[in-house]
């Protein structure tokens, strides 16, 4: 990273940078606290991840304020001027991380009273725990502005697609085997969907991170596996 000779520029990047990473933090404990909320049925650890919430938007917010007095003030070019659009993206989708991440404590919420069908739950766990794996390791390759490591989150999200579709399927086959596992299973399939889509803004970030270094978008399609809203599987439900 270049060092500028307006040294309160070099200030202002590395705030945004300090920022980011703040948030990363944040979210990354909003999805475990969440997932565990789940697990162990604990109701107050699931309203504790909806209240931290207020402070990552409002970390959003101050990054995007900060960024655009940067871009009017410094009027930064090339790379400059790709970090701090940079941080505005990420901002965002680090701040629907925790949007997503709240959804799912009010699902625990909804459903800690009549709790059942533990391998299906810990089925959301396995692909949470995919998920918050891509989503540090797309944090720290922004950290680090390392290329290789963002495409490699990025390769991952047809896997995670891949273990959705297959809850999915299980999860019908729930619904269509006994009507009163219908208003759990939706439950759980609410969470599954917000945790599947947290992975798709660790990969939005991959992406960024290539812009970031590179000065353009991936040019290759993105790897998707969501098979769920196939026909084999719409016509089923």
Request: one cysteine or more.
């Amino acid at each position: 990273m270049a060092t500028h000779i307006v040294s309160s520029f070099d200030t202002e990047l590395n705030d945004l940078r300090s920022s980011i990473a703040e948030m990363g933090g944040i979210a990354e404990a909003m999805l475990a606290d969440a997932m565990t909320a789940l697990v162990r049925r604990d109701a107050p650890l699931a309203q504790s991840v909806i209240a931290v919430d207020t402070r990552l938007d409002a970390l959003q917010r101050d990054v995007e304020e900060r960024a655009i007095l940067t871009i009017a003030r410094r009027q930064p070019l090339a790379i400059d001027l790709r970090e701090v659009v940079s941080a505005i993206r990420i901002s965002g989708d680090l701040e629907r991380v925790g949007d997503l991440a709240k959804n799912c404590a009010k699902r625990v919420l909804a459903i800690s009273a009549g709790f059942q069908a533990e391998k299906i739950v810990l089925g959301v766990q396995n692909i949470a725990d995919l998920v918050t794996e891509q989503l540090k390791d797309v944090l720290d390759a922004y950290a680090q502005h390392d290329l290789e490591r963002a495409l490699d989150v990025w390769g991952r999200d047809g896997s995670v697609d891949a273990l959705y579709t297959s809850l999915f399927r299980e999860l019908l086959t729930y619904m269509m085997e006994d009507p009163r596992n219908i208003s759990f299973c939706a439950h759980l399939l609410f969470v599954a969907k917000n945790v599947e889509r947290i992975g798709d803004h660790s990969t939005n970030i991959a992406e960024t991170i290539h812009y970031l270094v590179k000065g353009q978008g991936i040019q290759s399609e993105r790897p998707k596996d969501d098979r769920s809203t196939a026909p084999d599987l719409v016509s089923a439900m």
